[in-house]
């Protein structure tokens, strides 16, 4: 192997026990927090079949699809779970009780160019709630996205979230041009608003190339139209009468009920670069909105039909494990998290080996984490790496303790020692 | 999407609630027994290098890699995680303080025909020290091994472990065929003993084909040879003075410290397929011998070098999911495992619906895990469904509840009913 095969590919990580414990951090509180809010946490491969994933509508995340060919089948590294969630529900449609309150925290996978420092592999923690079309669902789930900034740590005013409604956008492009094919396009366009600027939007919604071709003028009207911010704007891009903007206005009051509605609000170039949307769309930042996006999601009401199941609402968000470790960081909340070790036992040499095998078995039968020596070490050595590991205690199993049937025990925060009775052998 | 897409790609498993409660229970006691022997954590990408997994010896596990070409890339689900482990000890050779104590609980991969029934993906807990050349620590992991199967409620007769040494059947082929690049070949034909029988091991040893072309005597006598049992025969096959029958003897004597000398042996037939191990080789099956191995492991102190790093000892062992499932099932050891919800908040109607929220809220800031009915149900269904999911509670707000302020509690196995205060609103 050539050392530079040492390191992982390209874009993806190894976890040594620190990077572990991080995740194992950040992991814990998802599901303590899905936990609360009454979610039940499910999963599904890493490798699907391809076509679960491939939609016309030009999305990003499509066109990064890790896939490849093997003996004869198509498949591709998962990009994102929702697609095999769906999967999962049509497999049982019917036999199961809704509302389902389902999450998981999948790795997914996107073959991107590496240059720009993104990783291909990240974990996102999935929130959904299938069989619910009323927008209850949408408040419980955003009142558990903040429930997870808040159990990380992060202050109230340190994450914000604006909602849209794809319903809304849907009347403003319909008032100029009708055509039902082109509306998944034009927001995966509209999503980028952000990324390439205003010109580059309108180019691609007018442009000869990718299928759209609105009038510029329109094009220009529409991109306008995203500066929208609070319900009074929503309303008049809304237009009487419309259910997307009651949708709105109630989610919002929903909100307010949960005490967020000063971390919320409406904001028109929230659109969210997944095709299949239909309803309410959410992303929350950081509030400097120096980072990109924490978590991203919306209603998704027709995607059990467009893979051939029954029709059922449904709504759900992702939230990696990137950008929140980004902004832990950045706010100073990332936790210390030392290596925890009870015990180490040390015999001082084979004479001692069984005692000490039965010392450290009977710690462990309480509980309790040990270390036990492995083969011979000088007794300087055991004591700077028991030190090393961050160990509570030592167990000392000399030829002199073993004699008087004890250990000897060092705390070593303090250097205090008393001895303990050795216990029996294990049965 | 044609029906048969609802399932996922053949050989793998869909995980739902009910699944992934039993998995959860699985992992949460080998991360038990871990934690309690001092072991760290630790992962690596599901995506590897092709390179990093391929080796000369024919091993099945080389032969079933699950691997593609990707933009120029030979890339391969992991097989197994020991070469990912060994690739991250290498990187950090040196700064890494020796004996490392790491485990994981990796999903690995091969692309086997699935006619068998046979799943292409499992998880498999590994345990491994590095850096410890001293059979301690092959003790210490048979302990957790057998630390894991008492965890999951096994009886202590229900798993036997046998073991032998790759330098004591190095010595037997030695005395047949000096050609140190056969061995390794042959321990990967040796340990089809079981599966293809001895005519045919017989046959792939001496035969034309594979390359290893043993004089058909030669092969006769290794074979007959592993039915070797017992330290005794151990050392007739040894011969005197063999540094691998000290090995054997040494382990077994600190096995029985640890009070498991009932449960391990000594068996020559024990070989397993993986050709990098070296020393000890072991494998831990249930008493009855129904099923395939439960666990597996050995020594294999010339890995790191073989992948270009510098020479260190290491010794581990693989724990897969589906066989200790499996004979859970047999000794109807398997738990039960119900949803845990404890209280459900039922709102009666849009004017309720912020006491619900609030209600819930307080009830999920103490701990509870907490289901709020969302959209309007009727009285009947929402109780049904309470009793459904396994609530614990369920907490009534009607019109009545609200004018009077508090809630109508229903215990849901007595069906008793007392009021509590309504919590105020969130700030």
């Known amino acids: 192997m050539s050392k530079a095969e040492f390191s992982p590919p390209r874009g993806t990580r190894d976890f040594y026990p620190e990077d572990l414990r991080l995740r194992?951090?950040?992991?814990?509180?998802?599901?303590?927090?899905?936990?609360?809010?009454?979610?039940?946490?499910?999963?599904?491969?890493?490798?699907?079949?391809?076509?679960?994933?491939?939609?016309?509508?030009?999305?990003?995340?499509?066109?990064?699809?890790?896939?490849?060919?093997?003996?004869?089948?198509?498949?591709?590294?998962?990009?994102?779970?929702?697609?095999?969630?769906?999967?999962?529900?049509?497999?049982?449609?019917?036999?199961?009780?809704?509302?389902?309150?389902?999450?998981?925290?999948?790795?997914?996978?996107?073959?991107?160019?590496?240059?720009?420092?993104?990783?291909?592999?990240?974990?996102?923690?999935?929130?959904?709630?299938?069989?619910?079309?009323?927008?209850?669902?949408?408040?419980?789930?955003?009142?558990?996205?903040?429930?997870?900034?808040?159990?990380?740590?992060?202050?109230?005013g340190d994450v914000k979230l604006r909602l849209s409604h794809r319903g809304l956008l849907e009347g403003v492009v319909r008032r100029v041009d009708p055509r039902e094919e082109v509306f998944q396009p034009i927001c995966v366009v509209l999503d980028k608003l952000e990324k390439i600027g205003a010109e580059a939007v309108v180019e691609q919604l007018s442009g000869a190339t990718g299928g759209i071709r609105l009038p510029r003028a329109a094009a220009e009207d529409l991109v306008a139209g995203l500066s929208a911010r609070g319900l009074a704007e929503a309303a008049r891009l809304a237009g009487p009468g419309s259910p997307a903007l009651g949708d709105l206005e109630r989610l919002l009051g929903l909100l307010d009920a949960y005490g967020l509605a000063a971390r919320v609000g409406f904001d028109a170039s929230v659109v969210r670069g997944l095709a299949y949307y239909t309803g309410i769309v959410f992303e929350a930042r950081d509030a400097g909105g120096k980072l990109r996006a924490l978590a991203g999601g919306g209603r998704y009401d027709r995607l059990l039909e467009s893979l051939g199941g029954r029709p059922l609402a449904a709504v759900g968000f992702g939230f990696g494990d990137a950008v929140i470790l980004e902004l832990l960081a950045e706010k100073k909340r990332l936790p210390e998290l030392p290596r925890r070790l009870d015990a180490v036992v040390y015999p001082f040499g084979d004479a001692e080996r069984a005692d000490a095998i039965h010392l450290a078995e009977t710690l462990r039968a309480r509980g309790e984490s040990v270390e036990l020596v492995l083969g011979t070490l000088k007794p300087k050595r055991a004591l700077a790496d028991a030190d090393h590991a961050g160990a509570v205690r030592i167990y000392l199993v000399g030829p002199d303790e073993r004699t008087r049937g004890v250990a000897k025990v060092r705390e070593l925060a303090t250097g205090r020692e008393h001895d303990e009775p050795l216990p029996a052998a294990a049965s």
Chains 1, 2 share one sequence.
Request: charged share 30%.
């Open 24 to 156: 194992s951090w950040l992991f814990d509180r998802f599901r303590e927090v899905a936990r609360r809010f009454g979610f039940e946490e499910v999963d599904a491969p890493v490798v699907e079949h391809a076509e679960l994933f491939q939609r016309k509508a030009g999305e990003e995340i499509v066109e990064q699809l890790y896939h490849f060919h093997l003996h004869d089948r198509h498949l591709a590294l998962r990009p994102e779970l929702t697609p095999s969630l769906a999967r999962m529900v049509i497999a049982r449609q019917g036999a199961l009780r809704l509302p389902l309150r389902w999450f998981a925290i999948p790795q997914c996978w996107r073959y991107e160019r590496a240059t720009r420092g993104r990783r291909r592999e990240h974990y996102q923690w999935n929130m959904d709630v299938w069989g619910e079309p009323d927008v209850t669902a949408e408040a419980e789930l955003i009142a558990a996205l903040f429930g997870a900034t808040d159990a990380l740590g992060l202050a109230a």
